[in-house]
């Protein structure tokens, strides 16, 4: 029924791959599952059924592998499409839209009772008519809180997450969201921890400098990581035209990741708020995360659309 093509992304716990299904005259993406490690993902999926979730088409397994059947994103993911994109000429992600549409599938997921726990780019799919989709539920959980410690990708959980103690699994997504926006921003993320001797990572909160810097002022931190190597670029161009966001309007999306998800006090995280802010000054909405003019110009991250 379904022939593999070729393998799109592996990991610890699956392995997916590019796939064409026979039935349905149509590319699938097959998520292959060892029984080992598989949980309540089949489950979770069966439930979520959203516009921007990449939706799971069927299953099947027997006693060595769950495999999902799920839509395929012919554009990949965030990770891949920003490596891609940088120096060729291809189009950019609008950060806004982006945000508005995975906000609207965390919502709807939250509503439920559930929560992600590994929002990362690598688990944000872009499809061919410019939407994007949260993928991945292999971490998910019903309910709002939780204990566990070792629950999704190190560099975007949040810190309280680490610690062993009860924390809010939503307010922890809007971390994982935030740090996902800044990726799609600038191209790298923040707290990235050296491997030691035996190939094991201390968690951030522990170890990294970039974290205690940023617990010690996050605005100061966030401009010398971010903002000003991004202005000092000698590649950079701030237009302000329609083109193009103003590096104004940089700084004010990153202001409000750090101030309502992106932010130490879980208490103080809120997605509403967020959007809301983030809206302020922006002047038109486009229908797409993401644009496809070829002749767009990209300084060494990403040129934005406004």
Same mark, same amino acid.
Not at 3 to 26: K, M
Not at 189 to 204: E, S
């Given at each position: 029924?379904? @022939?593999?093509?070729?393998?799109?992304?592996?990991?610890?716990?699956?392995? @997916?791959?590019?796939?064409?299904?026979?039935?349905?005259?149509?590319?699938?993406?097959?998520? @292959?599952?060892?029984?080992?490690?598989?949980?309540?993902?089949?489950?979770?999926?069966?439930?979520?059924?959203?516009?921007?979730?990449?939706?799971?088409?069927?299953?099947?397994?027997?006693?060595? %592998?769950?495999?999902?059947?799920?839509?395929?994103?012919?554009?990949?993911?965030?990770?891949?499409?920003?490596?891609?994109?940088?120096?060729?000429?291809?189009?950019?992600?609008?950060?806004?839209?982006?945000?508005?549409?995975?906000?609207?599938?965390?919502?709807?997921?939250?509503?439920?009772?559930?929560?992600?726990?590994?929002?990362?780019?690598?688990?944000?799919?872009? =499809?061919?008519?410019?939407?994007?989709?949260?993928?991945?539920?292999?971490?998910?959980?019903?309910?709002?809180?939780?204990?566990?410690?070792?629950? *999704?990708?190190?560099?975007?959980?949040?810190?309280?997450?680490?610690?062993?103690?009860?924390?809010?699994?939503?307010?922890?997504?809007?971390?994982?969201?935030?740090? =996902?926006?800044?990726?799609?921003?600038? *191209?790298?993320?923040?707290?990235?921890?050296?491997?030691?001797?035996?190939?094991?990572?201390?968690?951030?909160?522990? /170890? /990294?400098? %970039?974290?205690?810097?940023?617990?010690?002022?996050?605005?100061?931190?966030?401009?010398?990581?971010?903002?000003?190597?991004? @202005?000092?670029?000698?590649?950079?161009?701030? =237009?302000?035209?329609?083109? =193009?966001?103003?590096?104004?309007?940089?700084?004010?999306?990153?202001?409000?990741?750090?101030?309502?998800?992106?932010?130490?006090?879980?208490?103080?995280?809120?997605?509403?708020?967020?959007?809301?802010?983030?809206?302020?000054?922006?002047?038109?909405?486009? *229908? /797409?995360?993401?644009?496809?003019?070829?002749?767009?110009?990209?300084?060494?991250?990403?040129?934005?659309?406004?």
């Amino acid at each position: 029924m379904y @022939v593999i093509i070729e393998p799109i992304q592996s990991g610890t716990f699956s392995t @997916v791959y590019r796939a064409w299904d026979r039935r349905g005259q149509r590319y699938v993406a097959l998520k @292959v599952i060892p029984a080992e490690y598989y949980r309540d993902e089949i489950e979770t999926m069966r439930v979520l059924r959203h516009r921007n979730i990449c939706p799971m088409l069927d299953f099947y397994g027997d006693e060595t %592998n769950c495999i999902l059947v799920l839509e395929y994103c012919s554009l990949g993911d965030l990770c891949d499409f920003i490596e891609l994109s940088r120096g060729r000429g291809y189009s950019a992600i609008d950060v806004r839209q982006m945000a508005r549409q995975i906000r609207s599938a965390l919502c709807y997921a939250h509503s439920l009772g559930i929560a992600h726990r590994d929002i990362k780019p690598e688990n944000i799919l872009l =499809t061919a008519d410019g939407n994007v989709k949260l993928a991945d539920w292999g971490h998910a959980v019903q309910g709002q809180w939780s204990s566990d410690t070792d629950v *999704g990708t190190d560099a975007y959980r949040s810190p309280e997450t680490f610690f062993g103690k009860r924390y809010d699994n939503f307010k922890a997504d809007y971390w994982s969201f935030g740090l =996902t926006l800044l990726y799609a921003l600038f *191209g790298k993320t923040p707290f990235n921890c050296p491997r030691n001797c035996d190939g094991t990572v201390d968690p951030y909160p522990n /170890c /990294c400098e %970039n974290f205690a810097s940023f617990v010690q002022d996050p605005h100061q931190f966030m401009y010398q990581f971010y903002i000003k190597p991004f @202005v000092e670029s000698p590649d950079a161009s701030f =237009t302000g035209g329609s083109d =193009t966001l103003p590096i104004s309007e940089i700084i004010h999306i990153c202001s409000a990741v750090v101030e309502n998800l992106v932010n130490i006090d879980a208490r103080k995280r809120n997605l509403d708020e967020f959007i809301r802010v983030m809206e302020r000054s922006s002047s038109q909405s486009t *229908g /797409c995360a993401f644009q496809s003019e070829s002749s767009i110009r990209l300084p060494p991250f990403l040129r934005l659309k406004s």
